[in-house]
Each structure stands twice: as C-alpha cells, then as structure tokens.
C-alpha cells in the first residue's frame, strides 16, 4: 500500500475511535524517554490521540489511557519504565486504563518478553516503525478488548501527513531524517530505528512554512546523523534535485530563506560526514545559529577505533580548527563518553586533552552503558564501574570550570536572546535563550515572550545569565 493511502486508513480509525468516545470526556497521560526525535514522535502521538478526542493530562492517576515512548540508548531508562508500570497496576485495576507502550525499547525482544511475563496487563505494545498506526491498534483494543502487539523489525516507510500537537508555539521540531547506518560499536539506535531513511524535501520545505505562517521563529532539524540527509541509498538512483536541494548544506540554505524563521539548529551531525558545503552554509546562512553540537565521544584515536567513529583525535581538532576559522564566533557542544570498553587511563587523558583545547560551550557527558546486542557490550576489558564514576567526575570538573570562565566572557555584552515566557524559578522574571542556547533570565514586560530582543548580560551563574534591557 502507498504510504499515503495508509495515512488515509490511519485517519479513518482516528474518526472511529473518535466516535466511539464521544461524549466520555475521556483523558491521556504520556511520558516521553529519550532524545529529541522521540520527543517529535510524541508530538505526533498527542496529534492523533488529541484527533481521537482524549484530553491531556498531567496525572495518570486520571487518565483513560496511558502511554509510554520509550528510549533505550542507556540502562537507566528500563528501570523507569518498569517501575512506572509496576505503579499503574493498581490504577488499571481500579479504573480498566488502556496501557500503551512505544519507541526504541520496544524493537528490543528481551524487553517485551519481560512485559509480557511480568506485566501482562499492558494492552498495546508499538515500535519505532508502526508509531503511524497507533489510531488502528488503539481501535482493535477498544473494540475487542484484546491485546495488541504491533512491531516490526523490517524498516519503516516514511509517513507524511499525520496530525501533529506541538508543545511549544515558537519552537519546533522538524525531523529529516530516520535511522542510522553508523553502526558505533556502543550504541543501539541502529538496531531499534533501522536504515537511515530521508524525508522529500518537498515535505519538509512545506513544514517548515507552515510553522512560520503559524508563527514558530525557531526550528531545531532533527537526525541521528543530519549530514548524510539525502545521500542514502533510497534517493540515489532518483536524482532527487526539489529547487536545488540534493544535499544536507542546501536544505540549510532553502530553510535559511524562508520569512518569518528566525533561528535555525540541527541536531546531531556526525564529524565524518561534516564536509566544506556545510560549513559554508553555516557560515554564509545568518539565521543558522553558530552553535554546533559536535559529538566526540571520545578523545582517544584508539577508543574511537573500537567505537567505529571513522576519525581520528587529530581529525576532529583539525576539523574543529577549520571550523572555527570559516565561521566567525563559532561554539561547538558535544557528547562524550567515559569508560567505553578498553578505555585506558591514557585514553581517558586524551578525552580531558580535547575538551581542554576546543573549550566546549557545552558537553553532554555519559557514563558507559553495555547495551545488550552491541559489538561494544562483547568486548573484553570492560571498565569496572568505580573507574567510570571517578572518570566522570573528573571530566565533569574541568566541563565545569570551562564553562564557569566562558560564562565570564559573556558579561557586558549584547546578546540576542529570543523570549520563552515567564522563568518557571521565578515567574516575576523572563527567560530565554542567546544564539548559543545559553539560558538568560530578565525583568521585563510580559508582552516580550516570542520576541528576539537586545539584552545587556549583567552576570553570569552556571547553568544561566543574567541580563537588562
Ligand atoms: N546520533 C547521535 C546521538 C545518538 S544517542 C550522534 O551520533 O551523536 C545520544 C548520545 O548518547 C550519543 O551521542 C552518545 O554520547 C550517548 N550514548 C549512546 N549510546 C550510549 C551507551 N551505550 N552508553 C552511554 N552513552 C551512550
Ligand atoms: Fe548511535 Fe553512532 Fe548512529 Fe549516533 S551515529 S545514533 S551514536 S550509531
Ligand atoms: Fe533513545 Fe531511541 Fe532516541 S534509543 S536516544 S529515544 S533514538
């Protein structure tokens, strides 16, 4: 079936539950894990259950229908999941709640295994690839109050045209591209998002319009690896050239030109496949904004060896450097991981080395996570876990440091700062965010949320500034 004539079959099972709900006043609770793509599938989420006539809320004690997208890229988030449905047992007991759980984890068999056998009162089980059809699964356990398990292991299709519930009204999201075909030795995304998949162009050109119109000034373009936008396989033969864009560098560019927007980010690049084109468009595009989540990982030309990151320390420094040079006031954010297989105390220093010279804005740091089904998690000399957690603390110190005497450099000057609404700390006080992503709370007229305004930056905490108008 064409992909659209799904759509249109999932829109009538939208009509259908809807009309089976009327009049209940019915409510939905999600929890969302994960990265910012899950955070978009769940936007589509709301988008259809909003459609099927549940309302939100934020009490699952409540809700007619509980969901979960999940996320597995690390340990911790099982124990979540599995702690929040031991919570609901009693609540479905009491009230027949319709569970419902998505995302990454659940491409994984040990997981469902586990809730089938320990938690079998969960009603609907989807992956990453079915997320489409959750209008039609959400029918079938209505009417026949069966069970429903709906993942598939074969790559999904791209779907277009499904309803979408923002959770912002300035900001969005506007995913580009599916999956991953990197394959780093430590990381599961690959195995539970499947083969890197592109949007047309067309589509997201049409988004990303629609979002200006609607008054939205900042999307972030989202992707396990936004720089092979368009260079896989399912385009190469069809020549794909939609008003000249064939490339990640001159979708930028046609996204730079369209009024309204005012900001544009992406997430993540991958320093493989950062070439010339890119930082050109970086560069020569006033509205891209120059901060540049680049992930590291790891310091170490060996580490990155055993990780399969296909560059080198020297690579990514030199890099770094040629960005630097071509894109005037540059800061770059990373990610890193600490006691991956094998990392020496060496490799370790390395790691500190690197971050000591490109002086992050910004770094997500991670401690080592074996996920089952991972090259990574079979390697010997695996790191015992005190040596990761000192590792850790010990990058954390010199991150902080860093970013403690960079803050400095932002007092007495002018940033553009675009205005989220009122601080959630203190709600006499404004908050919003510089170019960089850097936090900046203010007193000023409430009429300023949804501005870019000129603020003076007064003083500088860790994790915020302070500005004046
Ligand atoms: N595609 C993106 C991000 C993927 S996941 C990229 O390549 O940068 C987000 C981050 O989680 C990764 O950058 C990595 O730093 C971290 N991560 C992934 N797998 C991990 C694991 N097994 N243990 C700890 N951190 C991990
Ligand atoms: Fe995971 Fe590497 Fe793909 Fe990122 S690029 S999602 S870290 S395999
Ligand atoms: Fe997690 Fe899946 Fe994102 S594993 S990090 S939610 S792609």
Same mark, same amino acid.
């Given at each position: 079936m064409e992909t659209s004539q799904e759509i249109e079959k999932q829109k009538q099972y939208i009509e259908k539950v809807k009309e089976a709900n009327k009049g209940k006043n019915l409510k939905y609770y999600i929890l969302t894990m994960g990265c910012q793509l899950n955070e978009n599938d769940s936007e589509k989420l709301c988008g259809m259950i909003e459609e099927m006539g549940y309302a939100k809320t934020e009490q699952y004690q409540e809700a007619d229908l509980v969901l979960f997208n999940t996320c597995c890229v690390r340990e911790n988030a099982e124990d979540k999941l599995f702690g929040k449905l031991g919570e609901l047992k009693r609540v479905k007991e009491q009230k027949g709640t319709i569970i419902a759980i998505g995302g990454c984890m659940m491409q994984e068999k040990h997981i469902t295994d586990k809730i089938h056998e320990s938690y079998p009162y969960t009603d609907i089980i989807f992956g990453t690839h079915t997320l489409h059809k959750f209008p039609e699964d959400l029918y079938k356990t209505i009417q026949s109050k069966t069970k429903m398990q709906d993942v598939l292991d074969i790559d999904g299709e791209v779907y277009e045209g499904l309803p979408i519930k923002r959770t912002s009204n300035i900001k969005a999201s506007v995913t580009i591209m599916y999956g991953c075909n990197n394959f780093c030795t430590y990381c599961i995304v690959p195995y539970v998002r499947g083969r890197e998949r592109s949007r047309h162009p067309k589509d997201i050109l049409e988004e990303v319009e629609q979002l200006a119109k609607e008054g939205y000034k900042e999307i972030t373009l989202l992707g396990q690896n936004v720089n092979s936008y368009l260079i896989v396989e399912q385009w190469k033969e069809k020549n794909i050239d939609y008003? &000249?864009?064939?490339s990640f560098a001159t979708l930028l560019r046609a996204i730079n030109k369209i009024d309204g927007i005012e900001r544009i980010r992406f997430v993540s690049p991958h320093p493989k496949d950062f070439t010339d084109d890119v930082i050109d468009a970086i560069a020569e595009c006033e509205k891209v904004c120059k901060l540049v989540h680049l992930p590291l990982q790891s310091g170490s030309t060996n580490v990155l060896k055993r990780m399969n990151r296909k560059y080198t320390k020297e690579q990514y420094i030199e890099l770094v450097d040629k960005m630097k040079s071509r894109i005037p006031n540059l800061t770059l954010s990373t990610d890193i991981i600490v006691g991956?297989? &094998?990392?020496t105390e060496e490799d370790f220093e390395d790691t500190l080395d690197v971050v000591k010279k490109v002086c992050f804005e910004q770094v997500y740091m991670f401690i080592y996570s074996r996920r089952v089904g991972t090259p990574g998690d079979k390697m010997p000399d695996q790191i015992p876990e005190e040596i990761k957690h000192e590792r850790f603390n010990k990058l954390k110190e010199l991150v902080e440091s860093q970013i403690e005497e960079n803050n400095q450099k932002y007092v007495g000057t002018i940033q553009k700062v675009l205005v989220e609404g009122?601080?959630?700390?203190?709600?006499?006080l404004l908050t919003g965010r510089t170019d960089s992503n850097k936090v900046v709370i203010f007193e000023g007229p409430?009429?300023?949320?949804d501005k870019i305004i000129d603020l003076k930056i007064v003083s500088e905490h860790m994790w915020y500034l302070k500005g004046e108008i």
């Open positions: 008003q &000249g864009i064939n991956f297989a &094998g990392e009122p601080s959630k700390n203190n709600p006499e409430a009429e300023l949320k």
